[in-house]
């Protein structure tokens, strides 16, 4: 799976204005029903209902929120960098400034585990999260999400 599989150029945003966990939650939940043709509130409900069952800020200033929806066709990812980090109750207790939304379809299976996992490895790289944080704008941040498959092949 790659990288490219799951973002399109539109669907990363730099800069995202949110002052909280709720409201970065409802930001990519509107980018998403914008790009997905699904449910606003549905995507939202979604999300509340995985964090309610733990938080998915994975540390290092990284949250990685996901789920799944039955009406949607293939997965989609959503990147987001933060203007202002926030509180995300984080394992780690800091604050997150860099969000990776995944969807998926219900019968995803082990293609949805196979994105988090993709997703996941990609953001655990200290040195790609460096450049994320201080990338140009959306264009550039899409290149390095991109990009780092090109360099691993």
Avoid: W
Avoid at 88 to 110: H, N, R, Y
Avoid at 127 to 134: A, H, M, N, Q, V
């Amino acid at each position: 799976m790659e990288m490219s599989d799951l973002l399109q150029p539109k669907s990363v945003v730099a800069g995202l204005r949110v002052t909280s966990k709720k409201q970065v939650l409802q930001e990519l939940a509107k980018h998403a029903a914008e790009l997905t043709g699904t449910s606003e509130r549905r995507i939202f409900e979604t999300l509340l209902e995985r964090e309610r069952l733990g938080t998915t800020g994975v540390g290092n200033g990284i949250a990685i929120p996901h789920g799944k929806l039955s009406d949607l066709k293939r997965l989609c990812g959503y990147f987001a960098r933060l203007e202002k980090p926030i509180d995300f109750e984080a394992i780690d207790e800091q604050p997150v400034d860099l969000v990776f939304l995944l969807l998926a379809p219900e019968t995803a299976g082990a293609d949805h585990l196979k994105a988090l996992a993709r997703v996941s490895r990609l953001l655990r790289d200290a040195s790609t999260c460096e450049k994320l944080r201080g990338a140009k704008g959306a264009d550039g941040l899409y290149m390095l999400l991109t990009q780092s498959e090109a360099q691993a092949a």
